[in-house]
């Protein structure tokens, strides 16, 4: 069975820079507080009116010239984010619009920080069964319209960035390269210590109303602490289950390309596995945490930046809202 390969990634921020400085601006914090406790220096901000789908447009046609791939040749779209365009349809169908291929199957993964994984392992099964050959696979947030910009929604407005990572996944050709395997889980009971609560279908007699708006339930929420806690424990633990389902050891790793939440988690989990912290790649100090899109937009700033090679062992992982969390160890 063909092992999937990641040809090429691409990414897209806009050209908005909202700093530090400039949330001091409009709430009560500083670059200190934020740069201290989380790393982030600076975010990118849409402008006007643009949707998770047009950001992914260029990323895509980014990942395709770097894969060296067609646009015609592709078969399926995966498409993770957590900030679709619109409540429905999924945002693969708005993307899939733009880029001008009709017919072929759209999928939208809703695992938030880990839909990046969670779709490269849905494409590594499709592609390992035959059923496609080149999976556009693509993380996408526009966050930027959805935050609490005020000194209540502090704790969540200074993390988020908006963005686009994607990548073009096909059948490889029987060489090492590929995905070797992905290891992926969720808990549910703590589904609402990260979350946005409305609009919401379950409510009467509207999914959002005047009342829910005024009372600010229509922000993302978050328990930051438990969140971190969590993160702390179980991104080492997927490491290591990947790492032990392919008998190997962290030293085989050349790459740690983490989901980009908190530079302190990711030195934290670096700390507790006994990683030096140049094999941790990071880059939340441009852009946030863009959620789904953060991985594919490290792969693409990482390869640039000359960090990722030709045969490099590669360890993706991740943790966020739900919970998720997930690993993919992969050949570069
Ligand atoms: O993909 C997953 C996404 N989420 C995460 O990864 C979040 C993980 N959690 C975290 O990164 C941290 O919990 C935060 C960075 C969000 C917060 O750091 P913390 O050290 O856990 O702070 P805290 O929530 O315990 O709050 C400490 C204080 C509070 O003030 P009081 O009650 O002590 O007076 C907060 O109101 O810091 C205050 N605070 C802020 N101050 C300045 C919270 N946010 C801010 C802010 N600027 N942006």
């Known amino acids: 069975m063909p092992r999937a390969v990641i040809l090429g990634v691409g990414g897209h921020v806009p050209e908005r820079v909202v700093t530090n400085q400039d949330m001091a601006q409009w709430m009560e914090t500083s670059d200190e507080w934020i740069f201290e406790r989380t790393g982030i220096r600076q975010r990118h901000w849409i402008e006007g009116e643009a949707g998770g789908s047009e950001l992914a447009e260029r990323a895509v046609r980014q990942a395709l010239s770097r894969a060296g791939v067609e646009l015609e040749e592709i078969d399926c779209i995966i498409l993770a984010t957590l900030s679709p365009d619109h409540t429905f349809p999924g945002t693969g169908c708005f993307l899939q619009e733009r880029l001008g291929l ?8 809703r695992a ?8 490269l392992s849905v494409a590594d099964a499709w592609i390992r069964v035959g059923q496609y050959k080149n999976i556009l696979l693509v993380g996408t947030e526009v966050h930027s319209t959805g935050l609490d910009i005020s000194t209540e929604g502090r704790d969540v407005a200074c993390l988020f960035g908006d963005g686009a990572g994607a990548a073009v996944v096909a059948a490889g050709k029987g060489d090492e390269r590929g995905v070797l395997s992905t290891h992926l889980h969720a ?16 409510f009467q007699p509207a999914r959002i109303t005047k009342d829910m708006i005024d009372a600010g339930r229509h922000w993302p929420k978050m328990k930051g602490r438990r969140v971190f806690t969590k993160a702390v424990k179980h991104m080492p633990a997927v490491i290591k289950e990947g790492l032990a389902h392919n008998g190997m050891t962290l030293d085989d790793v050349d790459l740690f390309v983490p989901h980009q939440a908190n530079l302190r988690i990711n030195e ?11 094999r941790m790649y990071s880059n939340i100090e441009r852009y946030g945490n863009t959620t789904a899109a953060s991985i594919p937009l490290a792969l693409r700033d990482a390869e640039q930046e000359g960090r990722l090679k030709r045969g ?4 993706l992982v991740s943790f966020g809202s739900g919970f998720t969390w997930a690993s993919a160890l992969l050949r570069w």
């Open 312 to 315: 490099d062992t590669l360890m």
């Open 102 to 109: 009709p017919g072929i199957p759209a999928l939208d993964v």
């Open 112 to 119: 938030q920080c880990s839909g990046f994984i969670y779709g």
């Open 187 to 202: 808990d549910g009971r703590y589904a609402k210590d990260l979350w946005i609560e409305a609009p919401g279908s379950r």
């Open 268 to 278: 934290a989990v670096a700390r507790l596995l006994g990683i030096e912290p140049d």
